[in-house]
């Protein structure tokens, strides 16, 4: 069962409670050990920064007391010695040393001053001690990053990655200390980080599991640090898939041969919106860029709706084979002179306008695309008589048998596999008539995820304080997730067009609608009083209760912002109607800090089994069947539930069907075609809903897939987007507090707690001028080789910790989602920075030259950084539901079709 959730009553029959399991991510090395010299010279460092928080606040004081002391001495001594020395601390700038010779009684009579020239002289003394610490710590670092460098699994991920960075990893785990290794280094350290800081799952980088999640037992408080439990002694498995991608882009080059594409059944592209005797139909194209997902094209043809088109729509919407149309075709048109080439003719010309298109030959989920598609050419070639088939279905199996050895080869390998693949894989498109493009990115031909595949022992993990907390979060998580505005925006568009209790007899129709509304929910992200005439039906409650909250968060004594405990325990009540009427669920990626017992929640995104479906077929079976009865159990008694699975040539789209029902354009392999369903407005809940045709039953559609709905074809938005929760910002709920520093201003955000579980870390939003001023002085630094005393004060200067992590400045929204996507997609990735270590130090101006439009700082947390042994880090991905209002509809009956 569900684990359960206490809070106030009158919230109970909508708070949210906590799956029975959870996903771990966890990285497979993990991170350093800090030695003696790394621990010196990180104390030496942080009483440097201490230090030089305490002499500015000492200055502004002291220009007071320098400036009335003028009457303690000569109007000379105050003109050439008293008055420069304040206009230096004033303006920053440390004294000349011949102003400060000459001081004579002053620090005696301005006891603040000689305050300040003891912290001075400490300051300098730390200085050098740091200088002199600053080799050893520097050697040690070094031999540690040459200890990462050495472990397999690092170099069989850096190898996936790039054959110069695996050269580079290897070099380094050599202790090779050249002139290219140092100017490698800070590349490398970051891959190394990325291997023992980062919980993404990609290669050998970050190992998957599953796991039930036990009920704590009662008053439990006692949990496990999560980095230092054995939750990867079990044996590991790399699982390799085939770019999907490239087998989309080499079956649309197979099927552009006439004989093969004859051979299979063909469907019409979508239903037809007539008016007027003319019909329009939605067609979309796909073409393949080089990278990892397809690229869509899609338009609306309109044409003239005859009487044999009328009968070609009507027989296709079930994929039926050419000659079968044909014959049927034929025999309506028994005027003509030779009816069945007329027929024929006709097919042709619909198969080449779009309107008619052929089924995949292979499913697009299917476990062994290149093994099945061999399998075709075979059958192609035998029926036809074409020998270039069978020799095409040799190269095809080559290819998914060097693919299939790259899981198990050595790091030294690999290089050698991926080149031959990629040019295999180049020469094979070439050949069926679809080369790659010339401005293609470099070829990915496979994807790796390692699991575990054995249950992983999670109990411990969190006790029942954490569940509770969870399931009161949820409803914060709820109020400031962008997926209601969404859905009240499409309310307002469909019903503008099609009337309050309207019908879209054709949801592809809606497509850029749907679009739309994600841009326009965009827009009023922040439900900002200035644009309330523009609020979409009933948004307003939400903002109401969003100004409630932010406003009822009170600072503690440590600077953190707490939401009031009983005001988020009541929250879920509050909530709107409208907005309780569907079901919902969440997925929380957390991790546990040991130190200060906090549970810390690095992003909020949609549930539904999203971020475990990817994994299924690869753990045990025991998973699939807990996620898929969770999920069934989530929707309610009354759900008719269908999930939709397009690929788009996205490996992490591949996923196991949790639900009775799938739609998709082929309803012979989905039992519910895309032609099925329609949208309406449903009045009882004032929701845009799906609506199967045949029975009225209303729809609750998922799509567990990472592919953004942007980037898959419009036409299919309405059931991508029947479930478009996931956008979740609670930055809204913290102040911004500007910070003055060179170059500009940083803006500070503080810590969010609800309880223990903090929901939004302490942050740093460095522009440009700020970044770049910070870059200048670590590159003049007297040190720069370890700019010790510069990041020192930069770090007494914005209150920072010794560790963060670095994120690209957000990007001012452009409006058009899709643009944005990609603008955010070509960001770097975060990484760890560890303002403590020397060899971080050392890296640092490099790392933030990858940033020239700005930065953010955020507190790691927990931080990897410093301990006495070496630690993981674990990520738990845990997902939340909410029951909807109760359904009258019939129960949800039957298991996950296969």
């Given at each position: 069962m569900p684990h359960s959730a206490g809070g106030n009553t009158t919230a109970a029959g909508h708070l949210a409670s906590t799956a029975p399991y959870a996903l771990a991510r966890a990285t497979v090395l993990a991170y350093p050990a800090q030695g003696p010299a790394g621990t010196e010279f990180r104390a030496l460092l942080d009483r440097l920064a201490a230090l030089d928080g305490a002499l500015p606040a000492l200055t502004g004081p002291l220009c007071d007391d320098l400036y009335a002391s003028r009457d303690g001495h000569p109007e000379a001594f105050h003109r050439?010695?008293?008055?420069?020395?304040?206009?230096?601390?004033?303006?920053?700038?440390e004294p000349r040393p011949a102003l400060l010779a000459r001081l004579g009684d002053l620090p005696g009579r301005v006891p603040r001053l000689a305050e300040w020239l003891a912290l001075r002289e400490r300051r300098g003394a730390l200085l050098a001690a740091l200088d002199s610490a600053a080799g050893p710590a520097l050697a040690a670092e070094r031999a540690a990053l040459a200890a990462l460098c050495r472990e397999p699994a690092l170099a069989r991920a850096t190898a996936l990655t790039s054959p110069d960075l695996l050269r580079a990893v290897q070099r380094a785990g050599t202790g090779a200390d050249d002139r290219k290794s140092r100017k490698e280094e800070p590349t490398v350290l970051r891959y190394a980080l990325r291997a023992s800081t980062k919980t993404s799952p990609l290669s050998w980088f970050t190992a998957v599991g599953w796991g039930p999640l036990p009920e704590p037992a009662p008053g439990q408080r006692r949990v496990r640090c999560w980095g230092e439990a054995p939750l990867l002694d079990g044996p590991l498995t790399a699982v390799v898939e085939v770019n999907r991608a490239l087998t989309a882009a080499l079956t649309a080059a197979?099927?552009?041969?006439?004989?093969?594409?004859?051979?299979?059944?063909?469907?019409?592209?979508?239903?037809?919106r007539t008016t007027d005797g003319r019909a329009t139909y939605s067609r979309t194209r796909t073409a393949f860029a080089g990278g990892r997902y397809l690229v869509v094209d899609e338009d609306e043809a309109e044409v003239t709706y005859s009487g044999p088109l009328r009968l070609v729509t009507e027989r296709a919407t079930t994929p039926a084979g050419l000659d079968a149309l044909t014959d049927a075709l034929a025999s309506a048109l028994p005027g003509a002179a030779d009816s069945r080439a007329a027929a024929a003719g006709f097919l042709d010309r619909l198969v080449e306008a779009g309107l008619l298109v052929p089924t995949d030959p292979v499913a697009p989920q299917d476990d062994d695309p290149l093994g099945r598609l061999a399998e075709w050419l075979r059958e192609v070639g035998a029926e036809t008589g074409a020998g270039g088939d069978v020799a095409l279905a040799r190269r095809v199996e080559g290819i998914a048998r060097a693919t299939g050895a790259f899981g198990a080869a050595a790091a030294a390998e690999r290089p050698g596999i991926l080149s031959?693949?990629?040019?295999?894989?180049?020469?094979?498109?070439?050949?069926?008539?679809?080369?790659?493009?010339?401005?293609?990115?470099?070829?990915?031909?496979?994807?790796?995820?390692?699991?575990?595949?054995?249950?992983?022992?999670?109990?411990?993990?969190?006790?029942?304080?954490?569940?509770?907390?969870?399931?009161?979060?949820?409803?914060?998580?709820?109020?400031?997730?962008?997926?209601?505005?969404?859905?009240?925006?499409?309310?307002?568009?469909?019903?503008a067009r099609y009337g309050s209790g309207g019908v879209c007899r054709h949801p592809w129709e809606?497509?850029?609608?749907?679009?739309?509304?994600?841009?326009?929910?965009?827009?009023?992200?922040?439900?900002?009083?200035?644009?309330?005439?523009?609020?979409?039906?009933g948004v307003a409650?939400?903002?109401?209760?969003?100004?409630?909250?932010?406003?009822?968060?009170?600072?503690?004594?440590?600077?953190?912002?707490?939401?009031?405990?009983?005001?988020v325990e009541g929250l879920a009540g509050r909530l709107p109607g409208w907005a309780l009427e569907r079901p919902l669920s969440h997925a929380f990626f957390l991790q546990r800090d040991p130190g200060a017992g906090l549970l810390c929640v690095n992003r909020v995104y949609g549930g539904w089994g999203r971020f475990t479906s990817r994994f299924l077929?690869?753990?045990?079976?025991?998973?699939?069947?807990?996620?898929?009865?969770?999920?069934?159990?989530?929707?309610?008694?009354?759900?008719?539930?269908?999930?939709?699975?397009?690929?788009?040539?996205?490996?992490?789209?591949?996923?196991?069907?949790?639900?009775?029902?799938?739609?998709?354009?082929?309803?012979?392999?989905?039992?519910?075609?895309?032609?099925?369903?329609?949208?309406?407005?449903?009045?009882?809940?004032?929701?845009?809903?799906?609506?199967?045709?045949?029975?009225?039953?209303?729809?609750?559609?998922?799509?567990?897939?990472?592919?953004?709905?942007?980037?898959?074809?419009?036409?299919?938005?309405?059931?991508?987007?029947?479930?478009p929760h996931g956008v979740v910002d609670f930055g809204p709920l913290v102040p911004r507090h500007p910070v003055p520093a060179p170059g500009g201003r940083v803006i500070?955000?503080?810590?969010?707690?609800?309880?223990?579980?903090?929901?939004?870390?302490?942050?740093?939003?460095?522009?440009?001028?700020?970044?770049?001023?910070?870059?200048?002085e670590l590159a003049a630094s007297p040190r720069a080789t370890v700019p010790a005393g510069t990041v020192a004060r930069w770090r007494a200067l914005l209150g920072l910790p010794d560790q963060v992590f670095l994120h690209p400045a957000a990007t001012v929204p452009t409006g058009r989602a899709a643009e944005d996507f990609h603008a955010h997609l070509a960001r770097p990735k975060p990484q760890f920075v560890d303002l403590g270590n020397a060899l971080h130090l050392r890296c640092l101006g490099k790392w933030l030259a990858r940033h020239p439009g700005g930065a953010v700082l955020e507190e790691a947390l927990p931080a990897p950084g410093g301990r006495a042994a070496p630690v993981r880090a674990v990520e738990l991905v845990v997902e939340t539901y909410r029951a909807g209002r109760a359904r009258t509809t019939a129960p949800l009956t039957g298991e996950p079709r296969t």
């Open positions: 050439d010695v008293v008055l420069p020395l304040r206009r230096a601390l004033h303006n920053g700038r197979l099927l552009d041969a006439p004989h093969r594409r004859t051979a299979l059944p063909h469907r019409i592209t979508s239903t037809a031959s693949l990629v040019r295999d894989w180049a020469a094979l498109l070439a050949d069926a008539g679809r080369p790659v493009p010339a401005a293609s990115v470099p070829l990915s031909v496979l994807s790796e995820d390692v699991v575990a595949p054995r249950p992983l022992r999670l109990d411990g993990f969190l006790d029942r304080a954490d569940h509770e907390a969870l399931a009161e979060a949820g409803a914060v998580a709820e109020l400031y997730d962008l997926g209601h505005i969404v859905r009240q925006v499409l309310r307002d568009r469909f019903v809606f497509g850029d609608d749907i679009t739309a509304a994600w841009e326009d929910a965009g827009r009023l992200a922040a439900l900002s009083p200035a644009d309330e005439e523009r609020f979409p039906t409650g939400l903002a109401a209760l969003r100004r409630e909250l932010a406003g009822a968060g009170h600072a503690a004594g440590d600077g953190d912002v707490v939401l009031p405990a009983g005001l077929d690869a753990l045990d079976p025991a998973a699939a069947g807990a996620v898929a009865r969770q999920v069934r159990r989530g929707l309610g008694p009354g759900a008719r539930a269908a999930q939709v699975r397009p690929v788009g040539g996205f490996n992490a789209n591949l996923h196991p069907l949790l639900v009775p029902d799938e739609i998709g354009p082929d309803p012979r392999p989905a039992s519910i075609g895309e032609a099925d369903p329609e949208l309406v407005h449903d009045e009882a809940g004032d929701q845009v809903r799906l609506r199967l045709r045949a029975t009225g039953e209303l729809l609750d559609v998922l799509y567990p897939g990472f592919l953004a709905p942007l980037m898959l074809p419009r036409r299919l938005g309405a059931y991508l987007g029947d479930q500070r955000t503080p810590r969010l707690r609800h309880r223990h579980v903090v929901l939004q870390r302490r942050r740093w939003a460095l522009p440009a001028g700020v970044l770049g001023a910070l870059r200048a």
